[in-house]
Each structure stands twice: as C-alpha cells, then as structure tokens.
C-alpha cells in the first residue's frame, strides 16, 4: 500500500520502555509493571499495554497513505488523512483492555493456550480522531443506520499488518454496522493517543479505537474499511476471542457455536501489591483499577483482608480528588476508575477485590467457574497474598 508497509521482519520494531514486562518478544506483546497502572489516571503511551500480532508496519511516506472505503455501498473512496483532519475531532478517555487480562491467573488453576498476561493487559488513554459516525456519512451510511440499501449490516476493518494467524494476510475484524454509526457509541478512527500523534506500537498513523469493546476490535495501521453483509470472517473474529464454557476442550471445540466477543464485562484488579507482598503488621494501602465495558460505570469496589469473609468498600475516582459518580455527567462514560483503601493487615492473609458495575454485575469469585481454553476475560475475584513480617523490613 502507498505510504505505508507491513515488514515481514522484526528489524525495523520501534524502541520500547526497559520496565515493560515482555511476555512475547516477537511478536512484541508487553505489559507495564502493575504499579505503574495506578500512577496516574491517564497511562502514559510508554506505559500502554503493547499487543501484537506481527511486525510493527513503517510509514513511509504519510501524504501518499490512504483508507479505502468500499463493500456493499454506491461510491467506494480512498481517505487520505488530510480528508480526516478535516472532519470533525473528538476527543474520547477510554479503556482498552485485551480480552485476554490475567490469563496467567487462569491458566495457573488449569492450562490455557495464549500470551501469559498479568493484571495489565489493560491502560486508560485520551483518543482524538474523527468519528466512524462521520466518516461513514461520507459513502453516504447515515447516523443511526442498521443495514445499508445493499444490505451492509456489518463494517469491517482490515490492517496493513501480516500475522501467522492469517497465513501471512493482515489482521482484520468488524463491529455492527448500527455500532458504527451511532454518534453514542463514540467509534473513532483514532491519529492521536493523550495528545500527541499515534506511535508506531499504537497504530500510527490511524487506528479505530472502539470503546467499551474487547481491544481486539480496536483495530490499528488501517488499511481499508469495508461495508458486509455478514461479520468478518477473519481469525480473529470466528477461530478467537470467543467464551467457551469449561467443559469446551481442544478436541470438542465447535467455533461457529460462540458469537465474537465484544463489550469486555466488570473487571478490577490490585496494582498495589504483588500477587505476594510483605510487609510490616497496621495499615496497608490497597489500590487498583475497575473498569466495565458496553459504558456501564463502576458502582462499587469491595475490598476483603479476610479472603472474603468481610468486606469494605474502596473510594474510587477518575479526577484526582474527586469522587466517581457512576454514569454521572461528570464522570468519563468509556475510562476506567481507580481505586483505594486503607486497611489493617495484623498477620499473614489473602487480599481481595471485587467490582459491581451499574447494571449490578458482579466480579465472579472463582476462575474455575469461567476457565475457558483460550483463557479470556479473566474477570474472577483479585486475588493477592501479604505476609506480615517484624524484622528487616
């Protein structure tokens, strides 16, 4: 493609933040330090989850870069990005988060097949693009529109990236087409992450950014957007990121039984402390993050230094010092909370926490309830070990 190619190396990969714990070195999938996650409210790009399937594309040359818009509309486009810096920007806050978050965790109780993720495969950014609403009004989709004259129910975005999954070709996935075109939904074609121009980790020079959506949906370095009739068929949406019940093994799996993942359900977890910490008898600081997908707000956080026995609740915020309303006006609808609580941890024990989103979901307690063979959503209970010690410490 003009301006942009997809390497069929690794040597030309973009540099990286020495902290980052690589789980996969090529492709490149990393994540921060779980304590760098409740630093700040925004995730600084340097600290943002990199998920990859292949070698990180190069721009070449970004005036000659274009999208191409075609499929089951009247009158197929090329973008190129000076046509989108002319649409109307918006700024967006929110969470991406790998469907596959704390599959360590999972796959700790049973063996799971996928990247090893701690707590967090999961970051918070300010996203500034154009909105798929508006774009698609330009092939002449119209807001709020479900199914296209030539009967397009689906949009499909293809990268420009080559991964193993799809024998070589690039990695592809789509969303409803009444998704994409609500102005509710806030579906960006993304080409700027807290301010600055997208990185090359991060999908420069365009990227869709869908919120409250598993980030496998969020696709980066666009290539085309295609209008169908039925979902992508690409691996990732029907051999992938699909939630089996535990009783689904590798030699009875039937992937056409399970519709692609999309909203990522209640999830929290504790950044302050290590799956084992220890520290001295009193007062411990407990915090962390919670988010819900589909832009239901967090209610609660329940905090136990029992094992679950007891519980306290956790003050939670986005705005430093200011307490989160859920789906209040105040509160960004699509970002994640963070979370805190001060207790006393007199003698050895397990840490929990669990979160409740506006509809009243609830944290499962147990991994083993929804131990599945890929190892997704890893939404249980969070669990961490403090041992109290009174000496050299």
Request: proline share 7%; with cysteine.
């Amino acid at each position: 493609m003009p301006g942009i190619r997809g390497p069929s190396d690794y040597s030309q990969e973009p540099p990286r933040h020495p902290s980052l714990r690589i789980n996969y070195k090529q492709p490149f999938n990393a994540e921060p330090p779980r304590s760098a996650l409740v630093s700040s409210y925004i995730t600084p790009v340097e600290f943002f989850f990199k998920r990859n399937h292949g070698p990180i594309p190069v721009v070449d040359d970004i005036d000659s870069y274009s999208v191409s818009m075609s499929g089951l509309i009247d009158n197929p486009i090329e973008l190129f990005m000076k046509d989108i810096w002319k649409l109307p920007k918006y700024v967006v806050t929110a969470t991406l988060q790998c469907a596959g978050n704390r599959r360590t965790a999972m796959s700790n109780v049973k063996e799971v097949k996928g990247v090893g993720w701690d707590v967090s495969a999961i970051g918070n950014a300010v996203w500034g693009g154009a909105k798929l609403a508006d774009v698609l009004e330009l092939v002449g989709i119209a807001k709020w529109t479900s199914t296209t004259k030539s009967g397009g129910k689906h949009v499909e975005f293809v990268s420009i990236d080559k991964c193993k999954e799809e024998n070589g070709g690039p990695y592809k996935a789509s969303i409803p087409l009444s998704h994409a075109t609500s102005p509710e939904a806030d579906v960006l074609l993304a080409y700027e992450m807290n301010g600055e121009p997208l990185k090359r980790d991060h999908g420069y020079p365009l990227r869709v950014v869908v919120p409250g959506v598993i980030g496998a949906r969020s696709v980066k370095w666009l290539d085309s957007i295609n209008i169908i009739a039925e979902e992508c068929q690409g691996f990732f949406m029907q051999k992938d990121y699909k939630m089996f019940p535990p009783s689904v093994n590798w030699d009875n799996i039937n992937w056409s039984t399970r519709r692609p993942q999309m909203d990522f359900p209640v999830q929290c977890a504790i950044c302050s402390l290590e799956d084992v910490t220890a520290v001295k008898p009193g007062k411990v600081k407990v915090s962390g993050y919670a988010a819900s997908g589909g832009g239901r707000g967090i209610e609660r956080i329940d905090v136990s230094v029992d094992g679950g026995k007891t519980w306290v609740e956790a003050s939670r915020h986005q705005k430093t010092g200011v307490p989160c309303i859920a789906e209040d006006t105040s509160s960004d609808k699509w970002a994640w909370v963070l979370f805190e609580v001060t207790v006393d941890v007199p003698h050895s024990t397990e840490i929990v926490a669990k979160a409740v989103d506006s509809a009243a979901n609830v944290q499962p307690e147990n991994v083993l309830d929804i131990w599945n063979l890929r190892g997704i959503l890893n939404t249980s209970w969070h669990r961490v070990k403090v041992q109290v010690g009174y000496s050299n410490m």
